[in-house]
């Protein structure tokens, strides 16, 4: 660095590294700051900008652009996830990052102190369930259902291969997450079995209460693919008709039950936020609900400047990790698909 002083703090070293006095260390510059007595220079070994870099300088087709880092997880000193894409169909990035016999791999991996390093194919297309399934290896995916709404992934696997997604510690799946930018759900084939089985019946009781008819139109509903009573009241009426064993006529009684229940819930509820306090104008927010308003005085959160004072961590939940355990917070919006 010549003259100028480079600092850094034990937290952006690799885990169980000591460099002594004199030893040279590659680092990431990552901030620079003016101050009185002169620039003070940030590095870093631990950010995910370092592997990148050196990757940049192990791989002379990252360092020219024809492949392109996409994204980089890290756990410093233990293990990493890269993924890379290539803009000429000609080259492997994968192979070009791997390199003869792995010799530019493992020039990165001794530089990392022997951090394991996955290197991961970018999907050409922009396509969030297979650079998902990428992210996973070494597991072997069976099925996999997003969630756009929420950001979230339901990955299901064998049971033989259940360990090997997660990873000691939850590694591999954290690792994964961070990599897509997903949050990433894993299921065994049975779990998945049985937790559908499960909505099946609860979507059924449901449309039973709510529509007041027999089990066999509630069980027809659900097989359907209707899962709210919103749905049933607001879908296409042919929708409905085209059901076996339906014509117009029962498509609409029963969409004109749907609204009627979904109209009762909402009085109720809005008499519900009343008697908690909640005022007027916190209904006025964009995309607050009358189920919303319910929770929000249940917690105590009555005025809009109430509201405007929760933190995104009050509201949909947090993670608090304690002597190696991972301890899960519920926020105001647990019942609620809101994405953070």
């Not at 992210?135 to 033989?160: G, Y």
């Not at 559908?196 to 709510?210: D, I, V």
């Not at 933190?311 to 698909?337: M, N, Q, S, Y």
Request: glycine content about 6%; some cysteine; overall charge negative.
């Amino acid at each position: 660095l010549g003259r100028a002083e480079g600092i850094i703090r034990r937290d952006e070293m690799i885990p169980r590294e000591n460099p002594r006095l004199g030893d040279r260390i590659r680092a990431y510059i990552f901030d620079v700051r003016r101050e009185q007595r002169g620039p003070q220079i940030f590095l870093s070994r631990a950010k995910p900008e370092f592997m990148a870099k050196l990757f940049a300088q192990e791989v002379p087709e990252v360092y020219d652009g024809i492949v392109k880092i996409v994204a980089v997880a890290r756990d410093p000193g233990s293990r990493a996830k890269i993924a890379v894409t290539s803009k000429d169909k000609a080259i492997d990035p994968v192979g070009a990052c791997v390199g003869m016999r792995g010799q530019r791999v493992q020039a990165v991996v001794a530089e990392l102190q022997g951090e394991k390093v996955d290197i991961i194919q970018y999907p050409d297309k922009d396509d969030a369930a297979t650079f998902v399934v990428n992210a996973l290896a070494p597991a072997e995916v069976a099925k996999v259902v997003l969630d756009d709404d929420t950001n979230r992934i339901e990955v299901v696997v064998p049971e033989s291969q259940l360990s090997l997604a997660i990873g000691r510690r939850g590694q591999n799946v954290r690792l994964a997450s961070q990599l897509t930018g997903w949050d990433i759900d894993i299921l065994t084939e049975q779990e998945e079995s049985e937790r559908r089985q499960k909505e099946f019946t609860e979507r059924s009781a449901l449309f039973m209460e709510a529509l007041d008819v027999d089990e066999v139109i509630a069980q027809l509903l659900a097989t359907e693919g209707f899962e709210t009573v919103q749905e049933v009241a607001f879908v296409d009426l042919s929708e409905i008709a085209h059901i076996e064993g339906f014509d117009e006529e029962t498509a609409g009684e029963i969409q004109a039950r749907a609204r009627e229940f979904l109209e009762r819930q909402e009085a109720e509820r809005d008499a519900k936020r009343k008697e908690l306090g909640v005022e007027d104008a916190v209904a006025k927010v964009a995309g607050v609900t009358t189920a919303m308003l319910v929770a929000f005085g249940e917690n105590d959160i009555k005025t809009v400047e109430d509201l405007a004072g929760c933190a995104t961590d009050d509201l949909v939940g947090w993670t608090e990790r304690k002597d190696g355990e991972v301890k899960r917070f519920d926020g105001t919006f647990k019942p609620f698909p809101v994405s953070r």
